[in-house]
């Protein structure tokens, strides 16, 4: 694989789903995050400096 790494963010909040999405596709070579809602991918993938309620006027949610 590429030094540039393939980047996947489940966002779902049910554990089983994401677990085998997650098993799948780290298999076939791909970073994955998971996130349980979007707020909390926000979170995850913007730093610290996100805040709910924050970001609406950034992305679309």
Known sequence: MSSCSKKIVIIDSDEMTTNILKFILTNEGYEIN???DAIDALKKNTGNNARSG???NNYSV
């Open 34 to 36: 998971i996130a349980k």
């Open 54 to 56: 924050n970001y609406r």
